[in-house]
């Protein structure tokens, strides 16, 4: 089956704009969730949705947001861009119950100039 | 707030050798710990999880509450496990929320 999918891979964009980045996850998952990988700070959980409701959140600003759609798919808003923000987004999916596992999209590598 | 500490950003073995790649965690209910890896140009993917007990690809890892450890090992190294290896804890309750540690990059030289 296919796996997760995030679109676009990769994305440039000035400092104060918005971008929107898409999640598919893998068909028949219910549960999204978006992390942000950067070289200084690793790996932090940014969001997790789940039947469209935001079940947990990170401590990321309120620049940060996301949705999930009643297909499962997802996505994540940045708005008013930084330079920190600069990383890679990954999206993860799985059956949501506790101890099923996360499958890993390839990410979007978003650069803000 | 849970933490993973990966003490090690690097590590270097030789091909045969036996590799231990270490994870410790705070955490003050029941962990649920995993490994993941990531292979160059790869995509994050799991390879065990503390409550299937299984080996996976040679490669096992067991929970020790008392010292709160959570180290990966392999009797013998292979040349194709040179990744980057993320150790990582979910938190109680529903959510899917992974903490990870700060990776450790392992490469074994031939």
């Known amino acids: 089956k296919a796996g997760v999918t995030q679109t676009p891979r990769y994305l440039i964009k000035t400092r104060g704009q918005q971008v929107t980045l898409s999640c598919s996850p893998i068909?028949?998952?219910?549960?999204v969730s978006w992390y942000q990988q950067t070289p200084g700070q690793g790996l932090q959980f940014l969001f997790e949705?789940?039947?469209?409701?935001?079940?947990n959140k990170g401590n990321f600003p309120g620049r940060f947001s996301g949705r999930q759609f009643s297909n499962s798919r997802s996505e994540m808003n940045v708005s008013t861009l930084e330079l920190g923000d600069s990383a890679l987004y990954l999206c993860?999916?799985?059956?949501?119950?506790?101890?099923?596992?996360?499958?890993f999209g390839q990410g979007t590598r978003l650069t803000v100039v | 707030a849970q933490r993973v500490t990966q003490p090690e950003k690097l590590l270097s073995v030789f091909k045969g050798a036996p590799v231990e790649l270490k994870c410790n965690y705070s955490?003050?209910?029941?962990?649920?710990l995993f490994w993941y890896v990531q292979y160059s140009r790869q995509r994050l993917q799991l390879l065990l999880r503390?409550?299937s007990r299984e080996s996976i690809k040679g490669f096992t890892a067991d929970l020790n509450k008392g010292e709160t450890s959570f180290h990966l090992k392999k009797p013998f190294a292979q040349e194709e496990d040179s990744a980057m290896y993320y150790c990582a804890s979910v938190q109680s309750g529903s959510a899917r929320q992974l903490t990870f540690g700060s990776g450790t990059q392992l490469t074994v030289l031939p």
């Open positions: 949705y789940f039947s469209e409701t935001q079940r």
């Open positions: 503390h409550i």
């Open positions: 068909s028949g998952h219910r549960s």
């Open positions: 993860a999916s799985s059956l949501a119950s506790r101890n099923t596992e996360a499958f």
């Open positions: 955490y003050s209910g029941s962990p649920e």
